[in-house]
């Protein structure tokens, strides 16, 4: 099949899932099309089949806002007409299955089908948003396909937008062999010299993930049992956690990474990985850590639990009981067997439920589905 991935290039998860799956496709003898305004982070070594075609926006002076979706919808048009193409997989609805919509349109509707995946915020957060409201409704109706990411986001867009249609859930998935927990590039010594423990968060710091709960976590931690606090990403949330951390007096049991391109090399350094999120329809960051055999402090929330088995792979609280987090998270450290334990089950769940090649196929056959309707 000829596949046009259109996606967002940057450091978040539904990024992420389009350039590993595009991977996944391409290994598999498709031909992949990437259509973005950069190049996908995550696409960074030479990969045959996979093409890249970037997404340019006029400037021009009328434009207060440059209209993005116009031209990715023209690139898409510009990208069939090259290249006869199967499928436009657009991930994240906003704007990409609009602009996949429209593209096939200009072709009158003889180009590729249009699957579109849904992936969170562009259903919990962002679709909700009147302004956004009817545009996401319609193009959920009109693609040939669309994909949730977890029973809980798909639960939701039938009740938020009153959809009828079938919505089919396919999971996020794992590279288990690259995210396996194996330290070679980093040393926990470098974060915590005196064999505290090693507490990870990583995000885009935005505050749906309520990242400044973490060090409201770590002070509790603390008190009990000596740790440190890697924090992965950035974003809006970045200086509230650097003055509530100060005036918490653990500003210098706070390391700040920055956005990290290889999270894999740091994952395999830490004991827990806190994912405290108000919303998270599947939580990719949880999994990363569990392949890695990381045990998950998380919140009791959204696609959560379909990821982190409550008491065997971590533990889930209500979003907000930091008291709670905290304490489990003590319980665990002092517990050094159970620790282990919790980070093999983890591992194990990535291999058995989350693996790539388990899931990877699962969206070459509903791209075949597509096509067999049509
Ligand atoms: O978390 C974000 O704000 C980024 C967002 C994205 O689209 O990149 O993440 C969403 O998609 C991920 C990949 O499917 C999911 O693992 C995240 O849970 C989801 N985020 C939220 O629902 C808040």
Redesign the pocket.
């Known amino acids: 099949m000829n596949i046009a991935m259109v996606c ?1 290039p940057t450091h ?6 389009a350039t590993e799956l595009g991977i996944g496709l391409a290994r598999l003898g498709h031909k992949v099309h990437f259509i973005s305004y950069s190049s996908p982070f995550r696409l960074r070594d030479f990969q045959s089949n996979v093409y890249f075609h970037e997404v340019d926006v006029s400037a021009y002076p009328l434009f207060k806002y440059p209209p993005y979706d116009l031209s990715l919808a023209a690139k898409i048009v510009q990208v069939a007409h090259s290249t006869p193409l199967d499928i436009v997989h657009a991930h ?1 609805a906003i704007p990409h299955a609009v602009s996949a919509y429209l593209a096939k349109q200009m072709m009158r509707g003889q180009g590729p089908r249009i699957v579109t995946t849904l ?4 259903i ?2 962002v679709g909700k948003d009147p302004s956004f409201y009817e545009a996401v409704k319609f193009s959920i109706e009109e693609s040939d396909g669309v994909t949730a ?1 977890s029973s809980y986001l798909r639960r939701q867009t039938i009740d938020e937008f009153h959809i009828e249609r079938e919505i089919r859930v396919l999971s ?1 998935f794992i590279d288990t062999e690259r995210f396996n927990g194996v330290v070679t590039r980093c040393s926990k010594n470098q974060f915590a010299p005196n064999g505290e423990f090693l507490l990870m968060h990583t ?2 710091f ?1 505050p ?2 309520r990242m400044p709960d973490t060090i409201r976590i770590l002070e509790k931690i603390r008190k009990k049992v000596p740790a440190k606090l890697l924090l992965v990403g950035d974003g809006p949330d970045r200086q509230t956690a650097v003055d509530l951390a100060r005036k918490l007096d653990v500003q210098e049991h706070v390391i700040y990474l920055g956005t990290q391109d290889y999270i894999e090399n740091l994952l395999g350094c830490a004991d827990l990985f806190l994912l405290p ?1 108000e ?6 960051a949880a999994l990363e850590a569990m392949s890695s055999r990381t045990p998950v402090i998380a919140s009791d929330i ?2 959560l639990p379909e990821v982190v088995e409550n008491g065997k792979t971590g533990f889930l609280l209500p979003a907000g009981d930091i008291d709670g987090m905290a304490q489990a998270a003590i319980r665990l450290l002092m517990n050094p067997a159970q620790l282990r334990e919790f980070g093999e089950n983890g591992r194990k769940a990535a291999l058995e439920y989350f693996e790539q090649d388990l899931i990877i196929p699962q969206y070459e056959s509903y791209y075949q589905e597509i096509l067999g309707s049509s």
């Not at 919303?279 to 990719?284: A, I, V």
């Open positions: 967002y978040g998860g539904s990024g992420v899932v994240y992936h969170g915020t562009d919990t957060l990411v996020n995000s885009n935005r749906v993930k999120s919303e998270e329809s599947f939580g990719l959204g696609g």
